[in-house]
């Protein structure tokens, strides 16, 4: 059994060593993409024009009169002094062909005081420039820039079930790290003096016996980042019932399709503040965002200076019917059923925001070290494979040169 778990341990890590080196190093520099990018792109993030914010229902409006080919898909509800006013934008569809618009942009920077446009980017472009650096980085972590085939995002299916496979052989890694279970203090040490081979053997073994908990974790959130709909809720349901969620329960429009909104951005937000209101809740609403493909806006209530939910499970949200206005959901951190929470945990734990900046600088040094366990897995394969080469050359020898005629 054991020489069969090692075999599987070391196809699995040969044949996904790539991806999740990828996944680890660009992990560990994007638990701090907001920083990063606003240090690289001060036009993007610093407003212009010192001076009192436009409302922001009318900064949203300026982008969309500025380019009729878009719509704003996410807009921050405050903005955070000193800086821009920051949404993302969506292409409407063109009446004369019947497709999507190409705007060649999917994010606009306004100067909030005087609602000019600082800068434009295309979130998520294969791009190594300092305006799309993080980005890029952020979107190779978790598709790999694969591209969509008929409405299917291969990437984010691939890695997917690499991260599937990656959660099974974590556990086999752990069976094969103790072959003696009294001798276990072995597989957590680390032979310094020694150097070479027995290093690169313990930094693989020891170093990731020393960091299993995160490194399980880690593959279990990333399966659900990547497949929460597709796999994860489903099997999570298997064990706990799961509050209906409006994504999962509606058939999503095509892009060229979309389902357009009867109920205004203001009104939306004015029913899902007085819905907030009835619940108790004491926080302003933070964002607003609105999803063509399933009907519904939605709306998050946080203080801007925690717009991107550090600290425990994330931040609440309400979801209305673009259509109807009737409440479409909710989405409340903390609340419902075990399973609920086991979900609503998945992206503060794969992050590190759960426990606020502590836990991003442990995903940062995790990430690291899940590039460093594949580059020694790599070398560790390397290394026995040049042995059974050289094995297999000196037995050849010997089969074509029989001890006696050798002399």
């Known amino acids: 059994m054991r020489t069969l778990l090692v075999t599987l341990h070391r196809w699995f890590g040969l044949a996904a060593a790539l991806f999740l080196f990828i996944a680890g190093a660009t992990g560990a520099v994007i638990s ?41 898909s996410f807009m921050p509800l405050a903005v955070e002094p000193g800086h821009t006013f920051t949404a993302s934008v969506a292409p409407r569809v063109d009446p004369a062909t019947g497709r999507l618009f190409e705007p060649g942009y999917n994010q606009v920077a306004l100067d909030p005081a005087t609602a000019d446009v600082q800068g434009r980017r295309e979130w998520g472009k ?31 299916w691939f890695m997917g079930l690499i991260a599937m496979a990656w959660v099974l052989d974590t556990l086999v890694a752990l069976w094969i790290s103790f072959p003696r279970w009294r001798a276990w203090r072995r597989s957590f040490a680390f032979r310094w003096a020694a150097g070479g081979h027995k290093l690169t053997f313990d930094l693989h073994r020891s170093g990731g016996m020393w960091i299993y908990a995160l490194v399980l974790m880690l593959a279990v959130t990333s399966v659900a980042m990547n497949l929460r709909e597709e796999v994860m809720r489903p099997l999570v349901s298997l064990f706990s019932e799961l509050a209906p969620s409006p994504f999962a329960s509606r058939t999503p429009a095509p892009p060229v399709k979309p389902i357009e909104p009867l109920i205004p951005a203001a009104r939306a937000l004015e029913l899902a503040q007085a819905e907030a209101q009835r619940r ?13 493909d399933v009907g519904i806006w939605g709306v998050g209530f946080y203080d801007v200076a925690n717009s991107h ?4 499970l994330g931040n609440p949200w309400l979801y209305v019917d673009s259509r109807s206005g009737a409440l479409a959901g909710a989405d409340v951190p903390g609340t419902g059923s075990a399973g609920d929470i086991f979900l609503q945990s998945m992206f503060p734990l794969h992050s590190g925001r759960i426990i606020g ?7 940062s040094i995790t990430g690291a070290l899940v590039a460093m366990l594949c580059i020694t897995g790599v070398l560790i394969w390397a290394r026995k494979r040049r042995a059974r080469v050289r094995s297999a050359a000196a037995r050849a020898t010997d089969v074509a040169w029989p001890e006696g005629a050798r002399t």
């Open 309 to 312: 939910g550090d600290g425990g």
């Open 32 to 72: 701090w993409d907001h920083e990063l990018d606003e240090w690289l792109n001060p036009r993007l993030y610093r407003a212009q024009t010192a001076g009192r914010p436009l409302p922001v229902l009318d900064l949203a409006r300026a982008i969309e009169a500025g380019d009729p080919r878009v719509r704003v």
């Open 126 to 156: 294969v791009s190594l420039t300092r305006e799309n650096l993080l980005p890029f980085l952020y979107k190779l972590h978790y598709s790999l820039h694969m591209p969509e085939l008929r409405g299917v995002a291969l990437g984010v």
């Open 280 to 292: 108790g809740w004491t926080a302003p609403a933070g964002g607003l965002f609105l999803s063509t």
């Open 357 to 363: 900046i502590t836990g991003r600088v442990l995903m």
